[in-house]
């Protein structure tokens, strides 16, 4: 009996709780607990580390904005981006907006590889790989332009002459592409191109009657600026890529020659044209006019590959842009040339500015033949008499590059807050290794000294270059005390490395001594 009934409240128990398996997918999908809502703010979704898989997830496109609450550059943009965001709620609901404050979100800042606030990518189908960067947008409408060419269609179908000079009388500038046939690889890169513009509309057309309306014979790309055309670039497949047709039209968006002041310093660098010739001249000088009409014949053979940039000597507020160049009122008029990737500057070697001699000095550059100009302080006579020993440019590979001695270098600006700061620290750390006779305390003003084979980094950063042939420079990425700095040259001092001291691109330390080629990064201009 008692048998029976342990077998009865046995089934009665199995047949009260079915089996996890006899759960349909909807049943286990409803009783899964559904998560919070991502909280927003003027329609942009907060974002942190803890909900931007959910936001991946539940969105199609994903414009993110990262960026830096004291960042008045941060707080500008988040203006204009959340107007583009209010703008889009109902028209494209697919695409959402977001931003993350990256000052205490160091996971997502380190995944993405964020260098500069704010920075905005665009996620597409939930994706966390290869986002999409959107460089140079800073205003509402072209932050809607850029992603609605992102997600959709980047170039209206013109059919009529009517319809061109509808969208020619839209904006200032516009672009239109005249094409046979709508395949082929000039009109991908056309379509591609439309992508990384969007400060201008882009059309593109294969109607005889709208070709023949503008005297277009052959797949051409026009620039018109206020309805008018001002620059054809013919299209041919395989002759053209997306780089180069962007960096040609963006030049657009600027006049020929574009003085540099607060408001246009910005614009500039949204350009991606990494070469950027400047001309230091007084406006007030009798010969100004001339010197700047050769100045700007010139810009025009070398636009798209060659910014010509004009800073006006006169002009108090452009001071550090001399410091840069190490450029005093017993230079002017003076021109070179400056490389955004490399750093690297060129210095004309003609004394006259002339159309002739800008052309050479340009072409030259094109072509590689240009010589590196790099300036140096004299060496102080009593460079190494102070416990913090001077370097300057001129006795820097010397001091640095020796197999007897490690130096810890400061890298600084004069003018940086946060250098002046860190200075009397370094003066007490170099007194600690005083009678070391292995170790030495060192700093360089790199504001006017050109270092040659050094990857810079922002004002004030630190290198070590150990003794010998095979160690390894080592960036100094501790805390900016007496205590780090001490306890990093303990750690170092105690190392030792078997191979020999290669830099990423497989360079040795002796290669670093003597390649001219400068890679520095200034920050604070």
Same mark, same amino acid.
């Given at each position: 009996?008692?048998?029976?009934?342990?077998?009865?409240?046995?089934?009665?128990?199995?047949?009260? @709780?079915?089996?996890?398996?006899?759960?349909?997918?909807?049943e286990?999908?409803?009783k #899964?607990?559904?998560?919070?809502?991502?909280? #927003?703010?003027?329609?942009?979704?907060?974002?942190?580390?803890?909900?931007?898989?959910?936001?991946?997830?539940?969105?199609?496109?994903?414009?993110?904005e990262f960026?830096?609450?004291?960042?008045?550059?941060?707080?500008?943009?988040?203006?204009?981006f959340?107007?583009?965001?209010?703008?889009?709620?109902?028209?494209?609901? %697919?695409?959402?907006?977001?931003?993350?404050?990256?000052?205490?979100?160091?996971?997502l800042?380190?995944?993405?590889?964020?260098?500069?606030?704010?920075? !905005?990518?665009?996620?597409? +189908?939930?994706?966390?790989?290869?986002?999409?960067?959107?460089?140079?947008?800073?205003?509402?409408?072209?932050?809607?332009?850029w !992603?609605?060419?992102?997600?959709?269609?980047?170039?209206?179908?013109?059919?009529?002459?009517?319809?061109?000079?509808?969208?020619l009388?839209?904006?200032?500038? *516009?672009?239109?592409?005249?094409?046979?046939?709508?395949?082929?690889?000039?009109?991908?890169?056309?379509?591609?191109?439309?992508?990384?513009?969007?400060?201008?509309?882009?059309?593109?057309?294969?109607?005889?009657?709208?070709?023949?309306?503008?005297?277009?014979?052959?797949?051409?790309?026009?620039?018109? #600026?206020?309805?008018?055309?001002?620059?054809?670039? !013919?299209?041919? +497949?395989?002759?053209?890529?997306?780089?180069?047709?962007?960096?040609?039209?963006?030049?657009?968006?600027? +006049?020929?020659?574009?003085?540099?002041?607060?408001?246009?310093?910005?614009?500039?660098?949204?350009?991606?044209?990494?070469?950027?010739?400047?001309?230091?001249?007084?406006?007030?000088?009798?010969?100004?006019?001339?010197?700047?009409?050769?100045?700007?014949?010139?810009?025009?053979?070398?636009?798209?590959?060659?910014?010509?940039?004009?800073?006006?000597?006169?002009?108090?507020?452009?001071?550090?842009v001399?410091?840069?160049?190490?450029?005093?009122?017993?230079?002017?008029?003076?021109?070179?040339?400056?490389?955004?990737?490399?750093?690297?500057?060129?210095?004309?070697?003609?004394?006259?500015?002339?159309?002739?001699?800008?052309?050479?000095?340009?072409?030259?550059?094109?072509?590689?033949?240009?010589?590196?100009?790099?300036s140096?302080?004299?060496?102080?006579?009593?460079?190494?008499?102070?416990?913090?020993?001077?370097?300057?440019?001129?006795?820097?590979?010397?001091? !640095? @590059?020796?197999?007897?001695?490690?130096?810890?270098?400061?890298?600084?600006?004069?003018?940086?807050?946060?250098?002046?700061?860190?200075?009397p620290?370094?003066?007490?750390?170099?007194?600690?290794?005083?009678? %070391? #006779?292995?170790?030495?305390?060192?700093?360089?003003?790199?504001?006017?000294?050109?270092?040659?084979?050094?990857?810079?980094?922002?004002?004030?950063?630190?290198?070590?270059?150990p *003794?010998?042939?095979?160690?390894?420079?080592?960036?100094?990425?501790?805390?900016?005390?007496?205590?780090?700095?001490?306890?990093?040259?303990?750690?170092?001092?105690?190392?030792?490395?078997?191979?020999?001291?290669?830099?990423?691109?497989? %360079?040795?330390?002796?290669?670093?001594?003597?390649?001219?080629?400068?890679?520095?990064?200034?920050?604070?201009?």
């Open positions: 009996m008692k048998t029976h009934q342990f077998f009865f409240l046995a089934l009665l128990f199995l047949t009260a @709780f079915p089996a996890t398996n006899s759960i349909s997918p909807n286990a999908k409803t #899964k607990a559904k998560l919070p809502k991502i909280k #927003k703010e003027n329609n942009v979704l907060l974002l942190k580390k803890n909900n931007f898989d959910q936001a991946l997830n539940e969105t199609k496109y994903l414009l993110v960026y830096v609450s004291l960042s008045q550059l941060s707080q500008n943009l988040s203006e204009e959340t107007e583009a965001a209010r703008q889009l709620r109902k028209e494209a609901p %697919r695409i959402q907006f977001g931003k993350i404050d990256v000052t205490d979100q160091h996971d800042r380190k995944e993405f590889n964020i260098q500069q606030f704010p920075t !905005v990518k665009l996620f597409v +189908d939930g994706s966390r790989k290869d986002p999409i960067d959107c460089k140079g947008v800073r205003e509402a409408s072209t932050f809607i332009t !992603v609605k060419r992102r997600t959709g269609p980047s170039t209206v179908l013109i059919n009529s002459t009517a319809q061109a000079e509808a969208i009388n839209t904006e200032d500038l *516009a672009v239109i592409g005249f094409f046979k046939e709508l395949h082929g690889d000039s009109v991908d890169v056309f379509c591609e191109t439309a992508k990384e513009v969007p400060e201008m509309p882009f059309g593109m057309t294969t109607s005889e009657e709208v070709s023949a309306s503008y005297a277009i014979r052959k797949s051409t790309l026009v620039v018109f #600026k206020k309805g008018k055309p001002v620059h054809n670039e !013919v299209l041919e +497949d395989g002759s053209q890529n997306k780089l180069d047709l962007t960096r040609l039209i963006k030049t657009f968006t600027l +006049d020929l020659v574009t003085e540099y002041n607060l408001e246009t310093s910005v614009k500039i660098f949204d350009v991606p044209v990494e070469s950027h010739i400047l001309l230091f001249a007084p406006k007030s000088s009798q010969t100004f006019n001339m010197t700047y009409e050769d100045y700007k014949s010139a810009a025009a053979e070398f636009r798209g590959k060659i910014m010509f940039v004009f800073v006006d000597t006169n002009e108090t507020r452009n001071g550090r001399f410091e840069y160049f190490r450029i005093t009122q017993a230079d002017v008029p003076a021109v070179r040339i400056l490389n955004l990737t490399s750093d690297a500057k060129y210095k004309m070697p003609a004394d006259e500015v002339t159309v002739e001699n800008l052309r050479h000095f340009c072409q030259n550059y094109l072509d590689g033949k240009a010589k590196l100009h790099l140096s302080e004299e060496v102080p006579e009593d460079w190494d008499k102070l416990p913090v020993k001077v370097l300057v440019g001129k006795n820097f590979n010397r001091i !640095v @590059f020796n197999d007897t001695m490690t130096v810890f270098v400061m890298f600084y600006a004069p003018w940086s807050h946060a250098c002046t700061k860190l200075l620290i370094w003066d007490r750390l170099a007194e600690e290794y005083e009678s %070391r #006779k292995d170790i030495m305390i060192a700093k360089i003003d790199v504001t006017a000294n050109d270092i040659l084979s050094i990857m810079l980094d922002h004002y004030p950063f630190f290198r070590l270059f *003794a010998g042939p095979d160690y390894q420079v080592v960036a100094y990425a501790g805390e900016h005390t007496l205590k780090a700095f001490s306890e990093f040259l303990e750690e170092q001092s105690k190392t030792k490395t078997a191979t020999k001291e290669k830099d990423p691109s497989g %360079r040795t330390k002796e290669d670093l001594s003597q390649e001219e080629n400068i890679v520095t990064q200034k920050t604070e201009l």
